[in-house]
C-alpha cells in the first residue's frame, strides 16, 4: 500500500507484550512496570486477524517484537498462525529478542513457521550485560544465539544500541564478531525516547563513530527495499557489520513500516506520539490498518530544536 509520500507500506511491525524479563535502563523505569489487566492488550486472536488483514493489503514482511515477545503465553501458537500466511504473500516473518529464553524455544520457533530472529545484544562484558539489563545474565543470551544458528532461524541479526561511555570501548570485539561467523551485527543509534529521552548528550554517538574506530571496514550494496542499516564487511569476513542512523542519517524517504502496540495503538512513525485505536474500529482491520498507513508523517523531527520525545517508552511500544 503506498503512503501519502509515495512510500511503499508493506512491513508490520506487530508487538504482543510491554512485558519483558529484563529492565535494560534505556527501554525501561528501574522498578519496572505495571503489568496490564488481560482486556488492556490485544488477544491473540486478535494479533493474528490483524496479520492475515495487514497480508490482504499486500504487506509482505511481519515482524514480532515486544517487550520481549517470548514471555507471552501462546507465542509459539501466534507465530503458527501467522506463518499460515506465507501461503497467501507473506514473504518474512520475523521476531526480536532478548535472546535470554531462546534456548527453549528456538526449534520450536522455527518448526512453528518462524523465519529469523533479531537479537539484543548490548554488550559481551558479562558484568556490563548485567549492569545494562539490570539483572541479566550473558551466557543465557550466548546460548540463545547458539539455539538460534542450530535452528536455522538464519539470517541472524545482532542488535548493538551504540552507548557512548558504556560499550563504545567493545566496538572492535562485536565486529571481530563477524570474522568467522556468518552473523549481522548492527549498531544502532541510541534514540531519545522515554528513559533514554533524559540522559546526557554524551551518550548518544552516531553511527560515523563505527567507521573511525574501524576504518578497514569496507562498504556493501544494500539489498532490498526500505533496507535501514548500510552495510560494511571487514576484508574475507564471514559475516556482515549493519549501521542504522535514525537520528544523524535518517532513512524517513523511504520507512516501509508502521506499529501495533501491545495496548492496540497503531503508530505510523515511532517517534511521534500520534496513534491510532484499534478500539475505535471494532472488526475492521484493514480500515484501521489503512488509515494509519495514510497518517505515516513525511519524516521524523527529533533534531529539530522544539522537538519533544515522545511519552512512552520503547518496552511499550515494541522493539
Known amino acids: 500500500m503506498m503512503d ?30 505495571k503489568k496490564k489487566a488481560h482486556k488492556e492488550i490485544l488477544s491473540l486472536e486478535t494479533i493474528e486477524q490483524i496479520a492475515v488483514s495487514a497480508v490482504k493489503l499486500g504487506f509482505e514482511k511481519i515482524r514480532i517484537t515486544g517487550g520481549e515477545p517470548l514471555v507471552r503465553k501462546g507465542i509459539i501458537d501466534v507465530i503458527e498462525e501467522i506463518a499460515q500466511l506465507k501461503k497467501h504473500g507473506l514473504k518474512d516473518l520475523g521476531l526480536t529478542t532478548n535472546g535470554t529464553l531462546l534456548r527453549n524455544y528456538a526449534e520450536q520457533l522455527k518448526k512453528a513457521g518462524l523465519t529469523r530472529v533479531n537479537i539484543s545484544l548490548d554488550s559481551l562484558n558479562p558484568d556490563k550485560y548485567s549492569q545494562i539489563t539490570r539483572g541479566g545474565r550473558l551466557s543465557d543470551v550466548l546460548e540463545g544465539i547458539q539455539a538460534a544458528k542450530e535452528a536455522k532461524l538464519l539470517p541472524l541479526k545482532l542488535n548493538v544500541v551504540l552507548i557512548g561511555g558504556f560499550n563504545d570501548e567493545e566496538i572492535d570485539e562485536f565486529v571481530n564478531l563477524t570474522l568467522e561467523d556468518d552473523v549481522e551485527v548492527r549498531f544502532i543509534e541510541l534514540m531519545p525516547i522515554g528513559e533514554a529521552s533524559r540522559w546526557d548528550q554524551e551518550h548518544f554517538l552516531t553511527g560515523s563513530e563505527i567507521l573511525k574506530r574501524v576504518p578497514e571496514l569496507l ?6 527495499q526500505g533496507a535501514v542499516a548500510r552495510l560494511y564487511k571487514l576484508p574475507n569476513s564471514k559475516g556482515r557489520v549493519g549501521i542504522i542512523s535514525p537520528l544523524s542519517n535518517h532513512f524517513c524517504n523511504y520507512c516501509n513500516r508502521i506499529r501495533i502496540t501491545p495496548d492496540g495503538k497503531l503508530k505510523p512513525c515511532l517517534h511521534s506520539d500520534l496513534e491510532l485505536d484499534i478500539r475505535n474500529y471494532g472488526e475492521d482491520y484493514e480500515r484501521f490498518l489503512l488509515d494509519g498507513i495514510c497518517a505515516k508523517p513525511n519524516r521524523h523531527y527529533i533534531q529539530n530544536e522544539n522537538y519533544e520525545p515522545i511519552l512512552r517508552n520503547m518496552n511499550e511500544i515494541g522493539g
Open 4 to 33: 501519502s509520500y509515495g512510500r511503499n507500506i508493506n512491513y508490520l511491525r506487530l508487538s504482543v507484550t510491554g512485558m519483558c524479563n529484563l529492565r535494560c535502563s534505556y527501554c525501561m523505569p528501574e522498578k519496572g512496570i
Open 219 to 224: 562498504p556493501l550494496a544494500v539489498k532490498g
